[in-house]
């Protein structure tokens, strides 16, 4: 995959679209894979998935041989001069936006990047946790600019969703997680899939290390 990445930062293996259950959020999933539109804004609260796509789009176009590059702007470390020369990148994407605009050196960064991907015709996805309306943006051109193409909001999956995303994700791994297991997950851990998914990693190592199922008792007794 050619991808520009910095600060040691990796795309994780499994943010793929393959395993993104979208349920209401498939028209987005739709439209990212097919590339339909130069730029697009994502939000969503957390768990929704908007670093999930980023980083799935990435692995999309990496398996093209296209150049990306994934920067997560809620990283410590990270400057506006970061931004110089990414409009040569086939795709850019930049999470969590929310956390640099009302800086005046990021949001005419943001502006002159935007500006020049747009000349090159290149491809770009922007996400955040909040939604347009409510961001901080200073300069009246960076906030027009954010508006020029379509805008998605991430719904939250349901118990339903949550449950089959958790099953989907064991099945990967051959592993059995019945629905009892999930639906006593569900009512005794944070319900946000970001959440849910770190808990599942973790209770799939300790299965491994106790060589035991992913039972009720066994859950319960991890908790």
Known sequence: ????????????????????????????????????????????????????????????????????????????????????????????????????????????????????????????????????ASLNIKLADLKSRLTWGPVFQLTVLSDKGKQYALQQRAKNRGLELSDEAVKYLLKRSTRDMNSLFMLFEELDKASMIEKRKLTIPFIKNYL
Request: hydrophobic share 35%; charged share 20%.
């Open 1 to 132: 995959m050619s991808q520009q990445l910095t600060l040691g930062i990796r795309l994780r293996d499994d943010t793929t679209f393959d395993n993104y259950f979208a349920d209401d959020n498939r028209q987005v999933v739709y439209n990212l894979q097919n590339q339909q539109d130069p730029y697009i804004f994502l939000f969503g609260e957390a768990g929704t998935g908007k670093t999930h796509l980023l980083q799935a789009a990435c692995h999309e176009s990496g398996k093209k041989g296209q150049p990306v590059v994934y920067l997560p702007l809620a990283e410590e470390g990270l400057v506006p001069a970061m931004l110089d020369g990414l409009e040569n990148m086939s795709l850019i994407t930049l999470d969590d936006i929310c956390h640099v605009v009302g800086d005046e050196s990021w949001e005419l960064a943001l502006f002159n990047l935007y500006n020049r991907v747009r000349e090159r015709g290149g491809y770009m996805l922007v996400s955040s946790s909040k939604p347009l």
